[in-house]
């Protein structure tokens, strides 16, 4: 399943979904708002294209690593300091297979999907820098820190 | 003539721009018309968009009807009435 949801979600349930007949390792990712001293964080994405974006990436990651079942789970939305951000699920028939997948899927996520962070403290917001320009340009000019 | 065309802009760039800009642009029409009117609406705004050339800074993803537009000359990319014009920072999900 690829979701982008406002509603959070249970983890478990979709590791119990990955479960399939030659299912031999299911690993997860599951990503937190991390508590660096800030109060919560607004996730914003452009859906259509992030959406479309994470079914391809799953696509590729299951023809890469030869993996069975891929979830990608994205929240978007106000968030507070424990809550989940994203979760990833992959069913595959070896843990190898299964961690490579999982790795991959993230590292694609951070570099390509359309979604950012904004993290509010103490009356400051700022947004999450990106480093990576969508791997449209190449090399990318680092996003400076915005106080407001 | 002029033609309209649906700008969004994302994250810092919706901050700065707004999310969803219905333009009417002078036709023909190119991403550099849309750079135009975006500076009407923030003139100090700009400079996070594009260089002192005037054209989009490398970091900035530009999307034609949800296609990443590359190369060095994207700005004069024509447009098509109808078009939808995306800009966005660097992505930061995850």
Known sequence: ?148 | MKESVRVRAFARFRELFGGTIEMDLPWPATVRSVIRELEKINPAGLAELVDNEGNLKKSVILMINRERIMGPAREDCPLRPGDEIAFYPPVAGG
Request: aromatic fraction near 8%.
């Open chain 1, 1 to 148: 399943m690829i979701q982008i949801t406002g509603e959070d979600f249970d983890p478990g349930a979709f590791i119990e979904g990955a479960r399939k007949r030659g299912t031999g390792a299911v690993v997860s990712f599951l990503g937190i708002v991390r508590d660096d001293g800030i109060e919560r964080m607004e996730v914003e994405a452009f859906e259509e294209v992030a959406r479309s974006d994470l079914s391809v990436i799953a696509g590729e990651a299951m023809e890469k690593f030869q993996v069975q079942h891929v979830d990608i789970i994205h929240r978007v939305g106000s968030l507070r300091v424990g809550e989940n951000i994203v979760l990833i699920v992959v069913g595959a028939g070896h843990r190898k297979a299964a961690f490579l997948a999982c790795e991959y899927i993230i590292d694609r996520i951070k570099e390509y999907v359309p979604i950012w962070k904004k993290e509010y403290a103490n009356g400051e917001s700022r947004w999450v820098r990106g480093d990576h320009a969508g791997e449209v340009t190449g090399k990318s000019e680092r996003k400076k820190l915005v106080r407001q």
